[in-house]
């Protein structure tokens, strides 16, 4: 029995390389990195102090100023993010469909910020400073909340909070309503912004994090035998899932199809990926079996690579085990070492990269990686973007906790 074809009808992103989708994809096409100094706090008695910032960003550009202020951060990129995919994909949402229309979004922590402003409010002041709008601005499921405020949409209304797997699950679900025949479109992906004293403090101690203070623009690395941690980012990727035959009806464009989804535990360790990827294979063994496709049919993927040296040998050890000896022919690529670590928001914004690169054809270029690390030894497309037709792109996402998430992308035939 034929499943019900999920299609991507829209995109939409805010990065480290670009307020817009857009400057974004041209950026990182041309190898341009999102990393420099943090310069929202000072940051002297920090261990790391680099970080990959969305730049220039004026809320009230965009969105009302009495609504702008009682969002953070991290709701302010996703209700601009769904609006521009509004537009991008043409959906008019009414009352006559709006059940049929979710919102899905991956977040891994929520409004940091304003948490931390909020308890040196109440330090210096009492339960007198605490907003009553406190609550509401902190949680992470306002980000999907306010996006579904936005365009009206009333259908399923979540957030997904799988640490730096949010977004990538987000979407997997997402895949999933729609196959379910619960929805005919969905707006999903990952929205993320915790560049505060914190984050940075938190991931510093665990020694998470890149300490390349000196060189930012060669701090994040994936896959490269110097690399010494992950760089943090914040940003928001998003797409419009829609059922194929809803889409054509309307006469939608159509950028790629949605043919996996994989999820999986390591069952291993609170922040340590398993030495052997067991739970990353078992992931993107899912997504394949799910598309119901051979390893070989695969020519592409979108790694998790941190930077880390944990994560990377992890990862590079799973695709080896998933696909053999074709793991070889497979081209691999890692945005994280031009847009650094988005967390939640990752998954997010790498499915529509890898959306893109189906639709128009070309891979981006993995930076910084100068000399592959021990078993690193696939090809990572090492330097500059390569014109190649992609018919298949895995997208994964790994987190704290062991979880794991892997998205299967096509390039679209009718």
Not at 50 to 62: L, M, P, Q, S, Y
Not at 190 to 210: H, N
Not at 213 to 229: E, M, T, V, W
């Amino acid at each position: 029995m034929s499943r019900k074809r999920v299609v991507i009808t829209g995109l939409s992103a805010i990065t480290p390389i670009g307020n817009d989708l857009p400057t974004s994809w041209k950026n990182l096409l041309a190898g341009e990195s999102g990393v420099g100094p943090v310069t929202r706090f000072d940051a002297a008695d920090f261990a790391t102090q680099i970080v990959a910032e969305v730049k220039g960003w004026v809320a009230t550009d965009h969105i009302p100023f009495k609504q702008a202020k009682r969002m953070e951060i991290f709701t302010q990129y996703a209700v601009h993010c769904g609006n521009v995919l509004m537009e991008d994909c043409g959906l008019i949402i009414n009352d006559a469909n709006s059940h049929r229309v979710g919102t899905i979004l991956g977040c891994g922590l929520g409004g940091l910020e304003t948490i931390e402003a909020t308890h040196a409010k109440y330090l210096e002041g009492g339960a007198r400073r605490v907003s009553p709008f406190f609550i509401p601005i902190v949680i992470a499921n306002m980000a999907p909340g306010q996006v579904s405020i936005f365009t009206g949409a009333r259908g399923t209304n979540l957030a997904t909070t799988s640490a730096c797997a949010s977004g990538t699950h987000a979407i997997g679900y997402a895949f999933s309503e729609i196959l379910l025949g619960r929805a005919d479109a969905m707006i999903t992906g990952g929205v993320e912004s915790t560049i505060s004293p914190l984050a940075l403090g938190g991931f510093s101690s665990m020694k998470a994090m890149s300490t390349r203070n000196d060189d930012p623009l060669h701090a994040s690395r994936p896959f490269d035998r110097d690399r010494d941690g992950f760089v943090m980012g914040e940003g928001c990727g998003m797409l419009m899932l829609e059922d194929l035959e809803h889409a054509k009806a309307r006469g939608a464009k159509i950028y790629a199809e949605i043919v996996g989804f994989g999820a999986s535990g390591d069952a291993y360790h609170m922040t340590a990926p398993a030495e052997d990827g067991i739970g990353m294979k078992l992931c993107m063994q899912g997504a394949l079996n799910d598309a119901r496709l051979a390893p070989q049919d695969l020519d592409c993927i979108n790694a998790h690579g941190t930077s880390t040296p944990l994560n990377d040998l992890a990862e590079s050890r799973a695709i080896k085990a998933v696909f053999g000896k074709h793991a070889y022919d497979i081209s691999v690529t890692a945005n994280k070492s031009m847009i650094g670590h988005l967390l939640g928001a990752a998954g997010g914004v790498e499915a529509v990269f890898s959306a893109l690169s189906l639709n128009q054809g070309i891979i981006p270029g993995t930076r910084n990686l100068d000399n592959p690390g021990d078993e690193c030894d696939l090809d990572y497309t090492a330097g500059d973007s390569v014109k190649r037709q992609v018919n298949y792109v895995l997208s994964n996402s790994f987190g704290f906790g062991g979880t794991n998430a892997s998205v299967l992308l096509k390039r679209y035939e009718d």
